[in-house]
């Protein structure tokens, strides 16, 4: 393998290291979905610390927008001072990726094509969003039962999407933008394993939601090493240096740095980093 920029698929600055070839560094495309599981970890643990919606609402804004607002930002900037035409980032890029809506929407996509993530790895994002809105109403109206309702609700999500049970191409789409169930089961298993890490009283009932995850995750064809249609993505839409390596740097997150370099879809490693302090 040739150890190149991060998420550049043209090669435009080419590069090897020693890291070239190193197996650790071979299995970079899983940070997202490793990025998934500690996510679900944390919220769960998050949201039992909250006194209310709100209260989650603030902390999440709080870490995550800021951190993503300077990445944008600075990446627009230097990619207009230094960057290749191709990686020019326009206003409506911008705009779409500091509120987080995926640009590659149909509804985007119509009234403005060409739209695009300031950088492709900003995807992961959509998808970190959609889980906290849903993670937050579940827990709200299940609070000590959420591992029950959460798996109940996994497990009907699964059934719609193994057995077709959404018809027709509209279905489809909304079935995948609230329920995104190719991504949904790496949360569900740091949901999981969190109960199971705290001692919860589901603790039991996770030990088997942490299995059917995984069997999920397997499933969907993770686990034989294919990249998903999202993670492709990544690639199409890299740049050339990950920027929010300043991030992860200032707030001496080393490790999460070492793995941006790493991998194709570290944009968000250092999101994570920063939102997700120890």
């Given at each position: 393998?040739s ?7 043209h090669?435009?600055i080419?590069?090897?290291t020693?890291?070239s ?6 299995y970079g ?7 998934f ?6 919220i769960?643990?998050t949201?039992?610390?909250c ?8 902390r999440r804004f709080?870490r995550?927008?800021?951190?993503l607002?300077?990445?944008?930002t600075l990446?627009?900037v230097?990619m207009?001072l230094?960057?290749p035409?191709?990686w020019?980032v326009?206003?409506?890029d911008?705009?779409f990726?500091i509120v987080?809506?995926d640009?590659h929407?149909w509804f ?5 094509p ?5 950088d ?5 994002l959509?998808?970190?969003?959609r ?7 579940f827990y709200l ?12 609700f996994?497990a009907g999500a699964a059934?719609?999407?193994?057995f077709?049970l ?5 279905a ?13 089961p790496?949360f ?12 919860g009283p589901?603790?039991i009932v996770?030990?088997?939601g ?5 069997c999920?995750i397997?499933r969907?064809?993770?686990g034989?090493?294919r990249l998903s ?5 990544n690639?199409r ?6 920027l929010?390596?300043?991030l992860?740097?200032r707030?001496?997150?080393?490790a999460a740095?070492v793995?941006?370099a ?8 250092v999101?994570f980093?920063?939102?997700?302090p120890h």
């Open positions: 393998y150890w190149t920029i991060p998420a550049d698929p090669a435009h080419p590069l090897r020693p890291l070839g190193l197996l650790p560094f071979e495309w899983l940070g997202v979905e490793f990025f599981v500690i996510s679900g970890f944390v769960l643990m949201l039992e610390r006194r209310n919606l709100g209260d989650f609402a603030v709080a995550l927008w800021p951190p607002v300077a990445a944008a990446t627009t230097v207009a230094i960057g035409t191709d020019l326009h206003r409506n911008y705009l990726s987080i809506i640009p929407s985007v996509q119509r009234f403005l060409g739209t695009k993530w300031v492709g790895a900003y995807w992961s959509w998808v970190e969003v889980f906290y809105v849903l993670a937050a109403l109206a299940a609070r000590r039962r959420f591992i029950k309702f959460w798996l109940l996994q059934a719609i999407w193994m077709h959404a018809p027709g191409r509209g489809q789409l909304l079935l995948e933008t609230i329920f995104f169930p190719t991504h949904m790496y569900t298993l740091g949901l999981c394993l969190y109960e199971i890490y705290s001692r589901l603790r996770a030990m088997f942490a299995g059917f995850a995984a999920l397997l969907s064809g993770a034989a090493g249609a999202h993670a492709a993505g690639f839409d890299g740049k050339p240096v990950d929010r390596a300043v992860a740097i707030n001496r997150s080393s740095a793995r941006i790493a991998d194709g879809s570290a944009g968000t490693g999101l980093a920063v939102s997700h």
